[in-house]
Nanobody, 115 residues
Framework: QVQFVESGGGLVQPGGSLRLSCVVSGRNVSGNIIAWYRQAPGTQRDMVAHIIRGSNIWYSNDVKGRFTISRDHAKNTVYLQMDSLKPEDTAVYYC?????????WGQGTQVTVSS
């Protein structure tokens, strides 16, 4: 059993910032790649970033240069710092392993970018 609990979403104006948190519990995932995914209404769930160790990081082209993923192994927490937000970043954001465990999706956290 693994639990992913996401938080930190909200309503922000274009150009603003948010910091998402993902607390992982139930299993030691320190050796796993943990990713942030997002899903906008009517679209598939896409991965935006993943991390295993500090220098082993990947970003999608859509968010590269604007989002920063980080990980605190001691707190079992993965963060997503989102800067220069755009309306097209509006989505529910989820964290999970990469490749994902389909049975362990959390509730996600809603991010809305709108003026």
């Amino acid at each position: 059993q693994v639990q992913f609990v996401e938080s930190g979403g909200g309503l922000v104006q274009p150009g603003g910032s948010l910091r998402l948190s993902c607390v992982v519990s139930g299993r030691n995932v320190s050796g796993n790649i943990i990713a942030w995914y997002r899903q906008a209404p009517g679209t598939q769930r896409d991965m935006v970033a993943h991390i295993i160790r500090g220098s082993n990081i990947w970003y999608s082209n859509d968010v590269k240069g604007r989002f920063t993923i980080s990980r605190d192994h001691a707190k079992n927490t993965v963060y997503l710092q989102m800067d220069s937000l755009k309306p097209e970043d509006t989505a529910v954001y989820y964290c999970n392993r990469f490749p994902y465990w389909d049975e362990y999706w959390g509730q996600g956290t809603q991010v809305t970018v709108s003026s």
